[in-house]
T-cell receptor
Framework: GAGVSQSPSNKVTEKGKDVELRCDPI?????LYWYRQSLGQGLEFLIY????????KSGLPSDRFSAERTGGSVSTLTIQRTQQEDSAVYLC????????????FGPGTRLTVT | GENVEQHPSTLSVQEGDSAVIKCTYS??????FPWYKQELGKGPQLIID?????GEKKDQRIAVTLNKTAKHFSLHITETQPEDSAVYFC??????????????FGAGTQVVVTP
């Protein structure tokens, strides 16, 4: 079946502009996660959505970052007033439920801020 | 919170040899330890996981061992093949302050299998 999809695959933006990154999770998965992966680094947790519960936003690095999940499915990560240090690959994952279930990752969006 | 350290950062092995990657964790309450493989240009993919009630788990050429006393776990790949070349991440969850299964990832190990 279809896996997690993300769009765009690549995004180049100028410093100071806003960007939106989209994630389509696997159908039926109630949990959704966003991670950031800087060049050669590990995965940095950003935000977690589970069903209708309040999201865990504890990993968002600043108030320029926000995320929504509409209708329990598609999610959008928004970065306002982008900075060069925001350049990274942004990965989305989904799992059947919250908790210690396998996370299925999308291919990521590579964001470059010039 | 939980802290996971992973070694080595790079590992080069000859095809057919074994590869071992080690991770340590800080929170003794952690109880779930997955390993993810990330190929170039793709998202990570779960290859094996272990829970704290077992000490070892195998799946064909890969195995994971867990030492709860020492708070470390390892990934073993036997008879390595070129397609094993990738970045491998260990992770841990279930610690004292973990309310939902949040994964703390290690920094990753770049494995290169040379023919």
């Amino acid at each position: 079946g279809a896996g997690v999809s993300q769009s765009p695959s690549n995004k180049v933006t100028e410093k100071g502009k806003d960007v939106e990154l989209r994630c389509d999770p696997i159908s039926g998965h109630t949990a959704l996660y966003w991670y950031r992966q800087s060049l050669g680094q590990g995965l940095e947790f950003l935000i977690y959505f589970q069903g209708n519960s309040a999201p865990d936003k504890s990993g968002l690095p600043s108030d320029r970052f926000s995320a929504e999940r509409t209708g329990g499915s598609v999610s959008t990560l928004t970065i306002q007033r982008t900075q060069q240090e925001d350049s990274a690959v942004y990965l989305c994952a989904s799992s059947l439920a919250g908790g210690q279930y396998e996370q299925y990752f999308g291919p990521g969006t590579r964001l470059t801020v010039t | 919170g939980e802290n996971v350290e992973q070694h080595p950062s790079t590992l080069s092995v000859q095809e057919g040899d074994s590869a071992v990657i080690k991770c340590t964790y800080s929170d003794s309450a952690s109880n779930y330890f997955p390993w993810y493989k990330q190929e170039l240009g793709k998202g990570p993919q779960l290859i094996i996981d272990i829970r704290s009630n077992v000490g070892e788990k195998k799946d064909q050429r890969i195995a994971v061992t867990l030492n709860k006393t020492a708070k470390h776990f390892s990934l073993h790949i036997t008879e390595t093949q070129p397609e094993d070349s990738a970045v491998y991440f260990c992770a841990a969850s279930g610690g004292e302050t973990d309310s939902w299964g949040k994964l703390q990832f290690g920094a990753g190990t770049q494995v290169v299998v040379t023919p």
